[in-house]
């Protein structure tokens, strides 16, 4: 066995070269053994997400503009009450076929058109999981302070080009090594971290919110502040807070000097959990209702943790890590030493399980469709970790200005993705999928298009980038006209509404097989046509009963497509 062999991952023997690139076992559908996450764990999944140092923050750059504590707060509820509808759109795929992203986006961009996809996604992945163990070695500081105050007396023998500290570095370190054997559980059971993480997270939090009044006397002065802002400018301030929890836009430490942009909503890899629904309604609700109630109840203990650390101390400290820090000057006692270790190993385990979550699972699943043969979801999860030690995260995080233009146009890509991928699944196929046919590049097939890329979807795509590149030379600091500024603040929507309409115009002018946009919804898959079933069935199971891929090597379904009903 040669040493390309020995590389490879497991496989289902006699497959061909061109099925090797579009399938292996954690790109096939999931098998029914596999689809463990209930409501309760997607609930929990959300509840341990909302519990970060980006959400605690999240406030400060709104009351920054001007926006008073409860102005603030209404475009927390509102972003992220806009936001849970489209996460729920874009996980339905998921949930109903039990595929993954990368899969998904075959259905939109084509059998190789959507690799353009999943490489962004892969990548900014990659980035942000060393950005993301970054804060969280800022956590492990505080918490190995508390522990042992010499920490903060270790001598830097780095150089000064390193960017670091010897101390600093040794922190990012033991969380970076901390992380990787989560990487290891596969999706399916990683979902026990959530409900550790929803249960510990949310107690350290609620401990801090109270010490934090009791040590002022009081919730502070933020909350007695008005606006400062109003008429037409109070409008604007309240747009660009309202997309940036769209986008989740928070000061990620005290080392940025601006807001940075971390595009959670289709980077935050839905359809790859809700593959592992047990049924499409437990991917539903669930993020319905505990996105914005969540995040909403988050960003209101940052407002009052912040507003009183500003009476005990002269100034609004939002960062949870620095707050915590300053707990530690000035010799403090034994119980604060205490309740400054039990918070911050609880923001240790909240910044492990974001970036398990957020990261190592989404470039996982991109970079196994990019190389089936070589990798599966265990790999690239800890191809991520490597490349976000490589990449020296904290260099990036020093450089804001240049790191905050560069994800901001990456949210503008995002979004214009976003549009065709559900205008495709909403719209113009309206839930009818052709399971066998993501697997094979026959030309019969319905996603093959020209050459296995879709032109529609691309020149719909590159539409929704176009009306925000304007904008986006002005937010980079060139004189740009307000309309285009404002077009650019408001990226999401129109990013996603301009690829939406490009996408649904060419597809009526140049129909694509299977397309079904003036019939009803229904959910099924017709990958044997032979077979049609009774329109009131809500899903053509992927899987065989026992859990084996029903994809044989040919890429076809075995015998008759199964129909089974499933709770919508």
């Given at each position: 066995?040669?040493l ?45 997400d ?7 923050m ?11 504590w ?26 109903v ?32 999981y060393?950005?993301?163990?970054s804060?969280?070695?800022d956590?492990?500081?505080?918490m ?8 903060n007396?270790?001598p830097?023998?780095?150089p000064?080009?390193?960017g ?13 090594l901390?992380?990787?054997?989560a ?8 979902r ?8 510990v ?7 801090f ?17 008005p606006?400062t802002?109003?008429?037409?400018e ?8 309202l997309m940036?929890c ?6 990620l430490?005290?080392?940025?000097d ?12 839905a359809?790859?959990?809700?593959s ?20 909403s109840l988050?960003s209101?203990?940052g407002?009052?943790?912040s507003?009183?650390?500003e009476?005990i ?35 240790i ?26 990798i ?14 490589i ?8 450089s ?10 990456y ?5 214009s993705?976003?549009?065709v991928?559900?205008?495709e699944y909403y ?13 094979h ?10 050459y ?5 979807a ?16 002005g ?20 990013g ?18 299977g ?6 919804l ?9 077979n ?5 069935v809500v899903?053509?199971?992927a ?10 090597s ?15």
């Open positions: 066995m040669g390309l062999q020995k590389l490879e991952v497991p496989r289902p023997p006699g497959l061909t070269y061109k099925q090797l690139f579009l399938s292996n076992d954690d790109l096939a559908p999931v098998p029914p053994d596999k689809r463990q996450w209930r409501g309760i764990n997607f609930i929990a999944f959300w509840i341990a909302s519990f970060n140092v980006n959400t605690w999240i406030v400060s750059s709104m009351v920054q503009l001007g926006l008073s409860w102005q603030a707060w209404i475009c927390v509820w509102l972003g992220y009450g806009f936001a849970a509808p489209f996460i729920c759109m874009n996980a339905r795929p998921g949930a076929f039990h595929v993954t992203f990368p899969v998904v986006a075959r259905t939109s961009f084509g059998l190789y058109g959507s690799l353009w996809c999943t490489f962004n996604r892969g990548v900014m992945a990659c980035i942000w060393g950005v993301q163990a804060i969280g070695g956590c492990m500081k505080v190995l302070r508390a522990i042992w105050p010499s920490v007396d270790i830097n023998d780095l000064e080009s390193s670091t500290t010897t101390r600093d570095f040794m922190c990012f370190f033991l969380f970076w901390i992380s990787l054997p990487i290891w559980f596969p999706i399916h059971k990683i026990h971290l959530f409900t550790l993480k929803s249960i997270a949310p107690i350290a939090g609620i401990t919110f109270i010490w934090c009044i009791v040590k002022a006397r009081g919730v502070g002065p933020i909350i007695s502040r606006s802002v109003h008429g037409s109070l409008g604007w301030d309240m747009v660009v807070s940036s769209i986008s989740n836009m928070a000061t430490s005290s080392r940025c601006l807001p940075i942009h971390s595009l959670r909503l289709f980077d935050r890899n359809p790859d959990f809700a592992r629904a047990r049924t499409p309604s437990a991917a539903l609700w669930p993020q319905f209702w505990a996105v914005p109630i969540g995040f988050v209101f203990i407002i009052i943790v507003s009183s650390s009476t101390y002269g100034e609004a400290i939002w960062s949870p890590i620095d707050l915590l820090n300053r707990f530690l000057d000035d010799s403090p006692s034994n119980a604060t030493r205490f309740g400054v270790w039990f918070i911050a190993a609880s923001f385990i909240a910044q492990l399980g974001t970036n398990i979550s957020a990261n190592s699972i989404s470039a996982g699943c991109d970079l196994t469709s990019l190389f089936p043969r070589f599966n979801i265990r790999r690239g999860g800890y191809i991520a970790a490597a490349v976000g030690l990449i020296l995260p904290w260099n990036l995080l020093k804001s200005n240049q790191f905050t233009s560069y994800l901001s146009a949210s503008v890509f995002l979004s993705i976003a549009g991928m559900i205008t719209v113009i196929r309206r839930g009818r999928y052709r399971v066998a046919d993501l697997y590049s026959e030309k019969s097939g319905w996603y093959y298009y020209t296995g890329i879709n032109f529609r691309y020149a719909a795509y590159i539409s929704g980038i176009l009306i925000n590149v304007v904008g986006f030379a937010a980079t600091g060139r004189k740009v006209p307000l309309a285009a500024t404002r077009i650019y603040q408001m990226s999401f929507f129109t996603f509404g301009v690829s939406a309409l490009i996408y649904i115009l060419l597809n009526v002018l140049f129909p694509v097989p397309s079904s946009i003036r019939e009803k229904w959910e099924v898959d017709l990958s044997d046509d032979s049609h079933a009774s329109k009131d899903l053509a199971d899987a065989n009963d026992d859990g084996t891929s029903s994809l044989l040919d890429g076809k379904k075995r015998g008759n497509t199964s129909v089974i009903v499933e709770e919508a």
